[in-house]
C-alpha cells in the first residue's frame, strides 16, 4: 500500500467555465482512521455537474468547497483498514469522499457493495445518486401517464437517460433531446426513446413539434437555456416541468433574463424543483426496482470512464461542455471485480 495520498484541491474559484489552473493536485499524508471510521481505497470518482456550484462559494442547500480544500465527490472503493464493525477489509462499498485516492469516512455512511449484484461503478450512476434523481423526479412530480408526451434534456446524460427508461416503462412517448449525432442515435437505438432531437440543429422548435405533435405533458429539465426556450411555450395545459437542473447556465457570469412564466397561471402548470439528498429514505424502494433491470439488461447506461485522479480537472470542464458521452466517472485505481 503506497504510504501517500493524492488530492485535488480547490486552488481558487472559478470566473465563468473552470480552467485548470482552478486545481491543485498535491500530494498528502495518508489519513489514519478514527473510532468508527474506515480507510477506504478509491477505484471510481463520480463527477457530477452539482460540483461546479460547490466551488462557486455561493450559499446554495449545500455548503461550498473552501479554497485549499478537497474538492467534493462520491466514490466506490475498497476497504483497506476497518474501524467499524460491520466493514471488513476488502469489502467494496460507496460512500468514500472526494477528489483524492483515500479518505477516511464514517463506516455508517457506506454503503456496502456486491459486485454479483451489478458491476461496483454503478453505484455512483444508474443505481446511484444519478439514477434515484431521475426516480424521484419522475415518480414525484413529473407522474407521466401511459400515452402522455414526456421530453428529457441531457437525454443521453446519467440522469436524463434512466429517466427516460424509466418513463417509456410507464407507457409514455419519450423525446430525448442531446448533443450530436452520436448522442442522439444512442438515446434513440440503444435507449428505446421514440425520438431524439438535436439542441445543436438550427430549429429545435420545429424539430419538436414535429415530434410532439400532441404538445408536451412533462419536461424533464436538466438544461435551461435555450433548450428550455424551445420546450417551455410547447408545454399543454397541466404539464408538469421537473426542474432537476439547469447545466447550461452553471458558468454564466451574469444572470439571464427569465422565461415568461404567466403561462404557468394560464396552463396551470406545475413546475417544482428538487434535490434528490431529501428522498434517500426512498433509495432502498429505488434499488430494489433498477437493480433487477440493470442486471436482466433491460435498463440500459453507459459509462465514461477517464483514467488517472490528475485527469479529473480536465475531464470535470469537459462535462460543462458537454463532451463526456454518458455518466462521467474517474478511474482512481484498478477495480479487482472486473
Ligand atoms: N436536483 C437534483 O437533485 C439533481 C441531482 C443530480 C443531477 N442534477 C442535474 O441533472 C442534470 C444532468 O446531470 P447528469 O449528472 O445527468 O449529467 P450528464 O448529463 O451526465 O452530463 C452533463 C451533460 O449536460 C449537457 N450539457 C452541458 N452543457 C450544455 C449546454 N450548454 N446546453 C445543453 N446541454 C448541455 C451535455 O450533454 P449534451 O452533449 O447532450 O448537451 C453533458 O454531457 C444537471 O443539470 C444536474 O445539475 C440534479
Known sequence: ??????????????????????????????????????????????????????????????????????????????????????????????????????????????????????????????????????????????????????????????????????????????????GGADKCRYVKDELGFDAALDHRSPDLGAALEQACPKGIDVYFENVGGAVQHAVFPRLNDFGRMIMCGMISEYNDTTPRPGPNLMSAVRKRLRIQGFIVSDHWQRYGEFRALAAPLVKSGQLRYREDIVAGLDNAPEAFIGLLQGKNFGKLLIRLGPDPTR
Open 1 to 178: 500500500m503506497p504510504e501517500r495520498n493524492r488530492q485535488v484541491l480547490l486552488k481558487r474559484r472559478p470566473n465563468g467555465m473552470p480552467v485548470p489552473g482552478d486545481f491543485d493536485i498535491v500530494d498528502a499524508p495518508l489519513p489514519e482512521p478514527r473510532d468508527g471510521e474506515v480507510l477506504l481505497r478509491g477505484l471510481y470518482l463520480s463527477l457530477d455537474p452539482y460540483m461546479r456550484g460547490r466551488i462557486s462559494g455561493q450559499r446554495s442547500y449545500a455548503r461550498p468547497v473552501e479554497i485549499g480544500e478537497v474538492i467534493e465527490g462520491r466514490v466506490v472503493g475498497q476497504v483497506v483498514r476497518s474501524n467499524h464493525p460491520g466493514l471488513c477489509e476488502g469489502d467494496y462499498a460507496m460512500g468514500g469522499y472526494g477528489w483524492q485516492l483515500y479518505s477516511t469516512v464514517p463506516g455508517n455512511g457506506l454503503l456496502k457493495l456486491k459486485p454479483n449484484e451489478a458491476p461496483i461503478s454503478t453505484a455512483l450512476g444508474i443505481l446511484g445518486m444519478p439514477g434515484m434523481t431521475a426516480y424521484i423526479g419522475l415518480s414525484n412530480i413529473g407522474e407521466p401517464k401511459a400515452g402522455e408526451t414526456v421530453v428529457i434534456s441531457a437525454a443521453s446524460g446519467a440522469v436524463g437517460a434512466v429517466a427516460g427508461q424509466l418513463a417509456k416503462r410507464q407507457g409514455a412517448r419519450v423525446v430525448g433531446i442531446a
